[in-house]
Structure formats: C-alpha cells, structure tokens
C-alpha cells in the first residue's frame, strides 16, 4: 500500500457503557488516521478514553457488561485487503488481532495468565498465527526475550507471572505484542513500570519494528517526555473528546488548548529546580455559562499557584534537631534459593537485596532509584516483612521488626504502611472502594463506629481528587490512574508515620501525578510523615526526595541530595540512568525528529536502492 494512505482511519468513533446511573460516553465522535511508519501519540488524563479507544478498535469492549463501541474503522489488513473492523466477522477479526494489529496492554499482571509460564503465553501467539513448531516458537519467544532485555531469558521462559517484577512482566507482555511483527501496534502505556534505562531499549525495539516492516504505532501514554521523543504526531483527549492535534514541536511549543497547556505544565522536569507546589490541569482551566471548557486567565492561574504554593509553605513544621532516625536498616540481606532436581536441591542464590544499610529521619523523604530486577520492591517488602529477610535488621521507631512475633507485627504495621505498584493486584474486587478504604480502619478499631469511618472514607476520596460518588463503585470500574489514587487513599487510612509508595504515581496521568505529589507533599509537612519513595521517574525523585539513594544488583552504589546526585554523579551507573532519561525539551525534540527521518532515509535506501 502507498505510505500516502492511512493504515487506519477511524471516523466518528463512539464508545459507551451502561453504568446504573445511566449511559456513559467514554469516547465521543472522534475521528483521526495512523500513517504506515507513523507514530501518532494520544495523550491525556487518565479516564480521558485513550484506553477505550485502543480497546475500541481491538473490538475489545465487554459487550456482556453493557459497553458498545461503533463508528467506521478503516484498517488496510494483508489477509482481507480495506476492511471496517466494526463491520469484520468475528472469525476474521481473531486472525488480525494479535497478528496484524498487536496491543501492548497497560497492565501486565491482570493480563498475562497466572496459571501459564511467561514463555508458553508468547510461544502460543507464535503457534496461533506464525505456523511455527512447538521447538521453534520456543526459540523464537526466547530470542524476543533477549530483545526486549529480560534477564535469563531461557529461566524466565519456565516461569510464572507472580515470580517477575513488574518491569519484567511488562517486557514479556512487549515481546508477544511484537512476535508476530504487526502491521499496527497499539501500546497502552508500554513503559509505564520500566526503569528510563530498559524504558529507552523498549522504545527503540519499537522504533525497529517500525522501520523494519514499516509498521504503524498508536502510542497511548501520560508521559510527555516519551511522547516528544518517539512521536510524528500528537492527539490530546479530554472527557472522550479529540481537542487538539498537531505535530509533537507544534504541540510541544505553541499549544492552542488550554488543557493541552495545562498538561505541559504539571510535569516535574530534570531541567527546571523543583517548585514547592506543581501545577495542576484545573489551574489552567475554567467552564463557560454553557459548560465549554475555556483557559483560565493566565496572570490568574499564576497566581493561584503562588497562592497554594504560600499556604503550603506555611504548613512547613520548624526543622527539630532529631536524636534518633525513623528507620534504620543493617545489612539486609534477601537471598532466594535455586532449586533443581526432584529434590529441590539447592544449587544456588539469587541476591535480591545483598547487604543493603541505610537511615531515615523523621518527616524525611528518600528516594529509591533503580533499573527494573534491582532490588528496590524486594527491599520495600523486606522493610514489612512482607518478605522475610535473610541477614540483617531493620529497627523502626526503636523497635526490631525482624523479631517481632506476627501479633506485634500486625500491630506495628499500622504505623507503616505501602501503596503497592499494581494497584489492579492489590484491590479486592469484590469489595467497593467504601469498603476497602474502612476494611483497615475496622481491623485496627479506628473511630467510634462505621458512620464516623465513612465520613473519614469520603474526606480521603475527596483528598486523592476522586468523587464522593465512587464509595459504592467497584475497582473495576475506574482506570488505572484512578485505581492507584484509590490505593493510595486506604495506605492513608491508618495516618502512618512512614509510607512505603513503589512506583505509586507510575500509572497515573501527569497532572493526576501533580495532584498527588503535592498531595503527599502536603501530608508530611502537615502530620511530619516519612517516605520511601520508588519510581523509575527520576524527576520525580528529584521533585520529591530529601536524598536519593541509588540501587544497582541488589546494593545501593551511590546516595546524595538531589542537586548533587544529578550535577555531579560519582558512579557509571548513575550517569548511565541519568543519560536514558527523556527530557521532552525543543532542542531535544528537534534531534530526535532529525534521528527519526535520517534512519527512515537510510531504511528506505537500504529497501529500495539500486543496491539492494
């Protein structure tokens, strides 16, 4: 087909789901095209639709549960020739999907198979569509898993979902979407649980595939750095609808809407010093008489910032000279056996943690960075003894937690707590968000009775930027951005001394994200809590931490205040992290848009030239 005719182009897409309150559009008459080799970015808040529309065009929607997607799809498909895929037969849409079109879904726990090893799930794509044997769609996975930089890919092969981090499970859920080499690959947050180092090889196997068989990407992400390095073009939604749309610098420079600037601004930049509240979309955004979005008067919105940025200033406790810290930790150490044989006979460890020492004050904040497989979550859930550690102690507010019976443990927890990672993973879903956020309050007696802990329930909901209408709903009816700010709000439940948040603002959009940080922020200089912060996003470590504390094979190589750390890194490894990381500046725009049509060029050459 001509690289002057749409891959794909969708007009007036309609996506809706019947809800007990009514019928609720989540995609509202949108219309684009996706260009063969073309990377089109659509970025917006979570809960905007990107989702949707990805799954929307898979014919993913659950029909059963009351959702309806329709419109004109037009998808130039090798088997079927120019087909609407709201119009293809079942049978025939199951042999595009996965093959010519591949999705990279945004949560890979809920969507690989618990009860199936990583490599039979890739291998079975294979056997579906390559017509591959059993042997060489093994071979085959096995060589997907070395390009998308998973360790021991041949041992990985042989294992189960819940035995990888979550970067890991994401990188498998990245070498099925890519095995069958797709005309078009839709990516749902494809790096959003991978360290900047694996997060730029992922990108560049994409941009591979890209080249290599010309193939179209649709990449949905709230990460605007990511966005301007990799993308030709941009889609910004909000509330279901395409509001604006441009090339990235066009986009990136010169932004029309005000949601679209709202978006640039609320994101923590490497290059710009950290201000003491971020901006959030609602500073730049108000609604008319008749409810049209319009900008807010800009000399207003800054100083509305300046505003909430005094009074959190003013929430600042005087600094106390402390005598002991919070958290101490000594030599911690996380070893898992290797077993083989009938016996299980150990022939070896794997050393998560290896000797790990480190102190935190009071009303501190440390950041713990780190490549995916490191050791960061493993350490997180050794500090609760989620996982019991091998060597070492861990004394928090003068106690030993490593000898503390399980009913003092239980008792301590309260005091320290974690928002997991997966926040899909870590909701009951037969419980509302009422509730799961009260379930704790109950276990350990807080408030008088249920209708206090309600009241409590609301304040948090509203705290984390939800509506008090989500009590009675279920996880499974929001996003994944406002998953995690549901998790987040039952971490709070208990007021902690110390919160252990891995990865806790990874899944969100970015100005959820900036609500969220200045949100946390705000809670230590009101109540003086402690946090461990993990994330692979090292602005935001920079925005948030008092120290960072860097990770490398399971010990930490390298520790220092932000500034420091950044301007003048001792380690290799520091500098390689700081070198992968995607800074979305003009400048940066402008090479890699040069990168992308000088290899483009070369590609073409190499498959059209008098040469070849």
């Known amino acids: 087909m001509s690289l002057s005719t749409p891959i794909l182009q969708v007009s007036n897409l309609e996506s809706a789901f019947s809800t007990r309150h009514g019928k609720t559009k989540a995609v509202d008459n949108i219309s684009f095209e996706v260009y063969p080799g073309e990377t089109v970015a659509i970025v917006g808040e979570s809960g905007s639709g990107k989702s949707v529309t990805a799954l929307s065009l898979m014919r993913l929607i659950n029909t059963n549960a009351g959702g309806t997607a329709g419109g004109r799809a037009m998808f130039h498909s090798k088997a079927y020739g120019e087909v609407d895929l709201f119009q293809l037969p079942e049978k025939q849409m199951q042999k595009i999907r996965g093959n010519e079109i591949s999705m990279i879904f945004q949560e890979p726990m809920s969507s690989l198979n618990p009860v199936l090893t990583c490599g039979k799930q890739v291998a079975e794509v294979l056997l579906l569509h390559a017509n591959l044997s059993k042997k060489e769609a093994k071979e085959r996975t096995i060589l997907l898993f070395e390009r998308a930089k998973l360790p021991r ?137 008749h409810g049209n979005v319009i900008e807010r008067d800009k000399g207003a919105a800054t100083k509305l910032v300046d505003l909430v940025s005094k009074e959190a200033s003013s929430l600042t406790n005087p600094e106390q000279q402390q005598i002991a810290p919070l958290l101490k930790v000594e030599n911690l150490k996380v070893h898992f056996p290797i077993r083989k044989g009938f016996f299980g006979r150990v022939t070896g460890y794997i050393k998560a943690v290896d000797g790990v020492s480190f102190e935190v004050q009071p009303g501190e904040t440390i950041a713990l960075v780190g490549e995916s497989g490191c050791g960061k979550t493993t350490l997180a859930r050794a500090l609760l003894r989620l996982l019991e550690p091998t060597k070492g102690s861990i004394i928090f507010d003068g106690q030993d937690i490593t000898r503390l019976v399980p009913e003092e443990l239980r008792k301590r927890r309260r005091d320290f707590q974690m928002i997991f990672q997966d926040p899909y993973a870590s909701l009951n879903p037969m419980h509302t968000v009422g509730e799961t956020i009260m379930e704790p309050m109950r276990v350990h007696k807080y408030y008088a009775d249920d209708k206090e802990r309600r009241g409590k329930t609301l304040e ?153």
Do not use: W
Not at 193 to 198: H, R
Not at 263 to 272: D, I, N, T
Not at 553 to 580: C, M, S, W
């Open 460 to 612: 948090l909901i509203d705290k984390v930027g939800l509506s008090s209408s989500c009590f009675d709903r279920y996880p499974q009816e929001f996003s994944g951005g406002q998953r995690q700010r549901i998790s987040i709000a039952r971490a709070l439940a208990l007021q902690p001394k110390c919160l252990i948040c891995d990865e806790a603002v990874s899944n969100l959009d970015v100005s959820v994200q900036a609500q969220v940080l200045n949100l946390l922020n705000q809670l230590k200089k009101e109540l003086q809590i402690t946090y461990i912060f993990i994330t692979h996003d090292l602005a935001v470590a920079k925005y948030m931490a008092d120290r960072i504390l860097v990770m490398h094979n399971g010990q930490i190589v390298e520790e220092g205040k932000p500034e420091q750390l950044f301007e003048h890194p001792q380690e290799e490894y520091t500098r390689t992290l700081l070198d992968a990381v995607l800074k979305g500046e003009p400048s940066d725009i402008l090479k890699a848009k040069e990168k992308r049509e000088e290899i483009r060029s070369l590609a073409e050459k190499i498959k059209f030239g008098p040469d070849y």
């Open 153 to 289: 890919p041949e041992k990985i092969f042989d294992t189960y979902p819940h035995e990888i981090s979550g970067g890991q499970k994401q990188r498998v859920m990245i070498a099925m979407a890519m095995a069958c080499e797709p005309s078009l690959l839709i990516a749902d947050e494809p790096t959003t649980a991978l360290d900047v180092t694996v997060q730029a090889r992922v990108l560049q196997l994409i941009n591979e595939l890209r080249l290599k068989e010309n193939t179209a990407v649709l990449f949905i992400t709230h990460d605007l750095g990511i966005v301007a390095e990799i993308a030709d073009r941009i889609l910004v939604m909000y509330k279901g609808r395409l509001v604006e749309q441009g090339s990235v610098m066009d986009i990136f420079t010169n932004p029309q809407h005000p949601y679209t600037k709202g978006l640039l601004a609320c994101q923590p930049k490497l290059s710009v010093k950290p201000q003491s509240v971020l901006p959030v979309v609602s500073d730049f955004l108000l609604k008319d008489d």
